[in-house]
């Protein structure tokens, strides 16, 4: 292993400090002028509450400075996820297609530090390169240092005033998360097969590592390296515990893997954020699929843990409780979001509760101490699979309460109606296809003379990474949400060269005259009040997208509903809801995303004030306080414009 340290120390000016602050319980926002974990607190809310920037002035938000990543890698990135965390008025932030650390002055955007590991092909051909940021942590001095999954998955910990690796940390400061991931397998970890897309998270003096793997589609094998998750010192990097996603023998949950396949499969890793209660010293895992995504058939069985919230004491790394949304997961349709902690009032009763969105519209809401839900949760029977060699679930768990806050399953109600000539054009379509609820399998290729399954949401679901956000003042949740489909078939793996049984294959689905063929909003953002489980608002996310406001087709028609085709990044104030456009760079919709932000009413979801940023918004917004003055920072860029962040404040 080589290390290469960039640019090794640019010592800052005298920071001024704010406050001292330290950082809140895990379900009551950011503490005001930091922002220490990528959603603001551990339980994942994106609240803060600084309230300099309200409705009264908001109108008024100037661009303060700009970051670019341009020279951050070989190639621009134009897809910066990333939310920085802020500390004493210095961000802290991973960049570039190398994925840097970097720090700079919060007030100015002048950079402080940056740092690179140099790992060879072992960086050059790690999976799933996006930049969603860092961790930080804190000795009982205040001394902080700056916790970084490297792209060729390593842990490094960084001083947080210079930049310089910390010596008593791993060997000079680097973690190898390889050692030990196989250990007992008799196999070993190739570059390309693990990585990381979301920060590792502080619970106490417990850092807390997941892992990213190569797009499961079309698998080469059967056999993969497994996402196990570890907890390290953060004083010593150590290995203090490792959790199993897959169950070994004699594990709870190794009897739902049938025919010995935990042997083999791979994947379920946590590749989105985790969330934690730093009183109850508990960290709450959104666990993936296995390996594949859409053939079940050499991994027979519910499959524990993946596609499983699980909750574990962070010091030990014991298995408190869990709950699998999807039971033998064939749709891709693994837990993307952050789990979101909130303290609530349910029935007179106060609760501790944690809650799950999904890819296929639900909301999973349980006692977070427990595991105990908070709604009672249906086992619905659902279709079986056609596909030779895959059994799958009979049943799949429906929340009864709150309800589902985007569309899942598809039929003729679902079809874009904007005029009758467009929805005739779409049921032409759809009867081209299988259709039907959600959890409908994809059959295999020209089964019942169909090309494919049309399955609503497709594997980006309906939520994703940007997750919900959520207001401790008021318990209500805000989810941002794409309506989106795509069409599945399975065909024999040695066609795709694949050891595997089957594969997924997609399949093109025509549009209605260039139009999205499923009824708007295709974007949309929906508040849920979690006292008691009610929607209370719905609005569309922003503006149609010009793709669809120039088609001839609908002149003269009312697109007033339909929205942008993407996910909303969200961040809650003490008396705002910000969200944006989004970066459109999944979108199913035709030129989904653009380059808008805008302030909304928390209680109407009514848009107050919305100003042009230099590009798509591709990051989750956060906020805090330098000099005594409010800041808003986003992550902007698109396919043409190297990746920014863009700070925001008043004049």
Not at 91 to 114: K, P
Not at 442 to 465: C, D, F, M, R, Y
Not at 633 to 647: D, K, M, Q, T, Y
Request: proline share 8%.
């Amino acid at each position: 292993m080589t290390v290469n340290l960039i640019s090794r120390t640019i010592l800052p000016a005298a920071i001024v400090l704010l406050m001292l602050t330290s950082p809140a319980s895990a379900q009551r926002g950011s503490s005001g002028a930091d922002w220490r974990y990528i959603s603001g607190d551990a339980g994942g809310t994106k609240y803060s509450p600084l309230a300099q920037i309200d409705a009264s002035n908001v109108q008024k938000l100037k661009i303060a400075w700009r970051w670019t990543s341009e020279n951050y890698g070989p190639r621009p990135d134009y897809n910066l996820e990333v939310t920085p965390l802020a500390v004493n008025g210095k961000l802290f932030f991973s960049a570039g297609t190398q994925r840097a650390a970097v720090a700079i002055d919060g007030a100015t955007g002048e950079t402080l530090w940056t740092y690179r590991l140099e790992e060879g092909e072992r960086g050059d051909r790690a999976p799933r390169n996006y930049n969603r940021g860092v961790a930080y942590w804190a000795d009982e001095a205040g001394h902080g240092r700056v916790l970084m999954i490297s792209r060729g998955y390593q842990l490094v910990a960084l001083d947080a005033d210079t930049g310089v690796p910390v010596k008593d940390f791993g060997s000079n400061g680097v973690v190898d998360l390889w050692l030990g991931l196989l250990e007992g397998t008799g196999r070993q970890v190739e570059p390309g097969q693990i990585g990381a897309s979301s920060p590792a998270i502080v619970v106490g003096d417990v850092v807390v590592v997941g892992a990213a793997m190569l797009s499961g589609g079309t698998p080469r094998s059967k056999t993969n390296v497994p996402g196990f998750v570890r907890g390290y010192s953060t004083r010593t990097g150590k290995l203090l515990w490792t959790f199993h996603t897959i169950p070994r023998l004699g594990e709870f949950g190794n009897e739902t893997w049938k025919d010995d396949s935990w042997q083999y499969t791979g994947n379920t890793g946590v590749w989105a954020p985790m969330a934690a209660d730093l009183e109850l010293g508990y960290v709450y895992l959104p666990i993936e699929m296995p390996t594949g995504d859409y053939y079940g058939g050499h991994r027979p069985g519910d499959n524990l843990f993946a596609d499983s919230l699980v909750c574990l004491n962070a010091k030990t790394g014991e298995r408190i409780w869990h709950f699998q949304t999807v039971h033998h997961d064939i749709w891709d349709w693994d837990l993307a979001s952050q789990p979101i902690l909130l303290d609530v009032t349910v029935d007179g009763r106060p609760v501790k509760a944690v809650a799950q969105v999904t890819k296929q519209a639900f909301t999973f809401v349980f006692d977070r101490v427990t595991g105990k839900p908070i709604w009672p949760i249906e086992e619905r029977p659902v279709a079986a699979s056609t596909v030779p060699g895959e059994i799958t679930s009979p049943t799949q768990p429906f929340p009864t309460r709150p309800a589902q806050f985007d569309r899942n399953g598809i039929g003729p109600d679902d079809v874009n109606d904007l005029t009758p000539e467009i929805k005739a054009e779409g049921l032409r379509i759809l009867s081209e296809f299988k259709t039907g609820p959600v959890f409908t399998p994809s059959i295999p290729q020209g089964e019942g003379g169909k090309k494919a399954t049309l399955i609503v949401p497709h594997n980006q679901g309906a939520a994703n990474w940007q997750g919900a956000a959520a207001d401790p003042e008021t318990g209500m949740l805000y989810i941002p949400s794409e309506t989106t489909w795509w069409a599945s078939a399975m065909v024999p793996g040695t066609t795709r060269g694949s050891d595997m049984n089957y594969v997924g294959a997609f399949v093109r689905v025509d549009t209605p005259f260039g139009l999205p063929l499923v009824k708007g909003p295709w974007g949309r953002i929906t508040a849920i009040d979690m006292h008691t489980g009610d929607h209370r608002w719905m609005v569309p996310n922003g503006h149609a997208p010009k793709a669809v406001a120039d088609n001839p087709k609908l002149a003269g028609v009312d697109l007033s509903d339909v929205g942008q085709p993407e996910r909303a990044p969200l961040l809650v104030t003490k008396t705002l809801l910000f969200s944006g456009d989004g970066s459109g760079m999944f979108s199913s919709g035709p030129n989904g995303g653009g380059p808008l932000f805008r302030a909304l009413d928390k209680a109407t979801g009514k848009t107050l004030h919305e100003m042009k940023l230099p590009a798509n918004e591709t990051g989750i917004p956060m906020t805090f306080l330098a000099k005594g003055k409010q800041y808003i920072v986003v992550a902007v860029g698109n396919r043409e414009f190297p990746a920014e962040l863009v700070a925001l404040t008043l004049p």
